[in-house]
């Protein structure tokens, strides 16, 4: 009681004891803030209602005192944000009207009328806030010109510059943000400038404009000043990227990005806090979100490089570039793929994707987890009409028309019935993907910046002649437009399946995959085989096309050609457990020569994994493989268990020394003459010393299914062996002589057994 009555005591005495004065002087902007402090702590709405009542009456009595107007709307406000309460909001920009009416020449007044304005309900997202946005009377518009009005009034009116570029950022439709940029910058040259809040604003502001550079001056000064530090942190880990500062720092290795970021990341502010989220948020699923949230300090710190190393490694990229590709990604989003300011609705049974989200749309979406598109098809727009009877489409396709239930054109496309609407635009993005192409389709049918995702290419309202002219840019579409009615409706359906696995894909997964404008023609086998350091060692033989590399470096006259090479293994929850990211020299090709064979080592845990593994002649020349499997064999396991298979020729593949006086032979190609003798080489891991196994070698002819059924299954060579271990670990090597066989692809098979354990490697070889 002792404290309401206090308080209210203080707020009496603000109220009262200010008089009007020529001009709002210093004295009386201090009695505001002190008042709007005050009010701020203040939580019981019955003792704020009854003080109104007395701060009315007396309101009655001098009714044109400006200051008296101006503490009211500012009560009345905070009545109205702790009950809830719209009149009440109607009523404190009554009373900031009041004031400013009274006295325009003040700041206070326009910037408290800007506050109420922001507080009322917004009319943009009702149904006919189209409207309201268009005659620029909806509640963004309005507060924007009160916020200037104050700045207009008092250029060194901090809360109103700030008020006024945050309105601005905000707005989504014809926002001021010349205007506001425009004021920042005046502000900034006067003595108030250095102060933390409008630097971090001045800040954002450069950013949206384009000046990353100004940008990043603004937050490095925010940061000098120690307030606020955390957030200048993070507001200059994601504008850094757009400047292209990723120079190493001296000490760490950490590039500016990451040092900022992972600096920033520390901080357990709240507002720090939920601006890490918010980055990380339209990326992360709900499960890693809920562990991001509660992780504080030095832990969330790491969380983050884990979560970050994670993403890049999956793409053979480095957790830097990746997290500098994201704020990238970013900026890109908030200024190209933002929605309106209207509700957002569904049809449901018919949209099947629904995002959730208000700020951005579905390429926004999009764009985010899987960046630019490698091809972006905007579909020509114009308005689909029903009246025509029939329409004749190329290759003698036929077209009718007519009008469904909700008025919209149904239209059969031969056999295909395919939905016909007037929309804003519509587009096709298409990412080319070492694992295959990823095709999606967006249409805007409600506003000209609300893309949805759609299933298939038949869901934007094309017509055939259209979808036809670019049907080379979209894999698959030539093939079904080409077809006749029956093969059509099928090829569509599985167009349609492929749409859906490819909206799933988009909208749950993150990547950024390497892309190179030549793809550079090679192979790559991973073997796991042997152990380093006690964990099992797995080799990676890869070979590129010699005669490619040749013409592509045909220029350069050095003796060694240069290759990046990058390989991840990831487990079954898809984090990455090794990584390599290497550099081979190897002589120059010679005339005549296919293949450059080449040979990498990572060390892997035991188990069910996936590999993934890129080689790069240049930036514009490389290639990613697709994702592959490898089960890794336990070295120390009490489980028999058998390596991969080595197979070459001795002195002739890539050689791998097993011990000092040991040396097995890994040959990246399996194409062999009859005249050589093959080098195999595996071991068991597990067995039992002394007890005997059986080794059967098999290598068998492909042959079709008609031709197994009809000559049976026929040995070429066959080898059958008894084998003891000395060690639950051993070694077994044999040689194999070719001489004999035909021309062809045969499968060499390996079996180890005793009693019902039988463990079988395969490897495939060609004799030419």
């Known amino acids: 009681m002792f404290r309401r009555c206090t308080l209210l005591s203080l707020l009496g005495v603000a109220f009262l004891a200010a008089r009007p004065l020529p001009g709002q002087a210093v004295a009386q902007r201090d009695s505001v803030v002190l008042f709007r402090d005050s009010l701020s702590i203040a939580a019981d709405t019955l003792s704020l209602l009854a003080f109104e009542t007395r701060s009315i009456a007396y309101a009655r009595l001098h009714r044109d005192d400006a200051m008296i107007h101006l503490r009211l709307g500012f009560l009345a406000l905070r009545i109205g944000q702790l009950a809830g309460k719209p009149n009440h909001i109607e009523d404190a920009a009554g009373e900031f009207q009041w004031a400013s009416e009274l006295e325009p020449t003040w700041p206070w007044p326009w910037f408290g009328l800007g506050l109420a304005e922001v507080a009322l309900p917004d009319h943009s997202r009702s149904v006919v806030g189209g409207l309201y946005t268009m005659l620029g009377i909806d509640r963004d518009s309005r507060a924007g010109a009160a916020f200037l009005q104050s700045i207009r009034v008092d250029p060194s009116f901090v809360d109103g510059v700030l008020a006024f570029s945050e309105d601005a950022r905000d707005q989504r ?20 400038a250095w102060q933390p809040q409008l630097l971090l604003e001045w800040g954002r502001l450069e950013r949206v404009a384009g000046s990353a550079d100004s940008a990043c001056i603004a937050f490095e000064r925010a940061r000098l000043l120690g307030v606020d530090h955390a957030l200048a942190d993070l507001e200059l880990a994601r504008t850094l990227p757009l400047t292209g500062d990723t120079i ?28 890490y989220r918010h980055d990380i948020q339209p990326i992360v699923p709900d499960t890693a979100l809920a562990t991001f949230d509660h992780r504080t300090g030095d832990a969330r710190v790491a969380w983050l490089r884990a979560f970050w190393h994670d993403a890049a490694a999956a793409d053979l990229r480095s957790s830097a570039s990746r997290l500098t590709e994201h704020f990238r990604r970013w900026q890109v989003v908030a200024i190209l793929f933002r929605l309106p300011p209207f509700r957002r609705t569904y049809e449901w049974g018919i949209e099947r994707y629904h995002s959730g989200d208000t700020d951005i749309d579905d390429r926004g979406i999009v764009l985010l987890r899987q960046g630019a598109p490698t091809d972006r098809i905007a579909w020509p727009t114009y308005p689909q009409t029903a009246s025509l009877s029939s329409i004749s489409a190329p290759g003698g396709v036929r077209m009718s028309t007519g009008v469904g239930s909700r008025g919209q054109g149904r239209r059969m496309f031969d056999g295909l019935a395919v939905m016909d609407s007037n929309s804003f635009g519509s587009e096709t993005w298409r990412y080319a993907r070492p694992d295959g192409d990823l095709v999606l389709h967006f249409i805007a049918r409600d506003d000209p910046s609300d893309y949805r995702l759609v299933e298939s290419i038949f869901d934007l309202g094309l017509s055939p002649d259209v979808m036809l002219a670019r049907s080379r840019r979209i894999p698959g579409l030539q093939q079904i437009l080409t077809a006749g009615p029956m093969s059509q409706v099928n090829l569509a359906a599985e167009e349609r399946i492929r749409g859906h696995k490819a909206v799933a894909t988009a909208t749950t997964t993150a990547s950024w995959t390497r892309t190179y404008r030549i793809t550079l023609g090679g192979r790559v086998q991973w073997l796991a085989a042997g152990e380093r350091d006690g964990k099992p060692l797995v080799h990676i033989v890869y070979a590129v ?4 590399v040749r013409a592509l470096s045909a220029r350069d006259t050095s003796r060694m050609v240069r290759f990046e090479a990058r390989a991840t293994i990831l487990d079954k929850a898809g984090n990455a457990v090794a990584t390599l990211d290497t550099v081979q020299f190897v002589p120059r090709p010679p005339p005549g020569a296919r293949l450059i064979a080449m040979r990498a080592e990572m060390v892997a845990a035991p188990g069910a994994q996936h590999v993934r593994f890129g080689v790069e002649l240049s930036p514009l020349v490389g290639a990613v493989y697709p994702l592959d499997s490898l089960t890794v064999p336990d070295v120390h396991g009490d489980t028999l268990a058998l390596s991969s ?5 001795a002195d002739k593949s890539l050689p791998w020394a097993v011990t000092a006086r040991d040396t097995a032979w890994l040959d990246a190609a399996h194409v062999y003459s009859p005249r050589d003798t093959l080098g195999v080489y595996f071991e068991a891991y597990g067995a039992e010393p002394g007890t005997p196994y059986t080794m059967r070698i098999a290598v068998t002819r492909e042959r079709s299914v008609l031709e197994r059924l009809i000559t049976g299954r026929h040995d070429a060579i066959a080898l059958t062996e008894q084998l003891q271990f000395n060690h639950p670990t051993g070694t077994v090597r044999r040689a194999i002589d070719l001489a004999g066989l035909e021309k062809g692809t045969y499968l060499l098979e390996v079996a180890v057994e005793r009693g019902k354990q039988r463990m079988v490697r395969r490897r495939t070889i060609t004799v030419q």
Do not use: C, F, H, K
């Open 248 to 275: 190493p720092a001296v000490s760490g290795g950490q590039t500016p990005v990451e040092a900022a970021y992972y600096e920033g990341a520390a901080s357990d502010d709240p507002e720090v806090v939920a601006g």
């Open 545 to 548: 096309d010699a005669a490619m």
């Open 173 to 192: 439709i014809n926002a001021p943000l010349a205007v506001a940029l425009s004021a920042m910058r005046t502000v900034m040259a006067s003595p108030v």
């Open 645 to 649: 298979l080595l197979v070459g020729i």
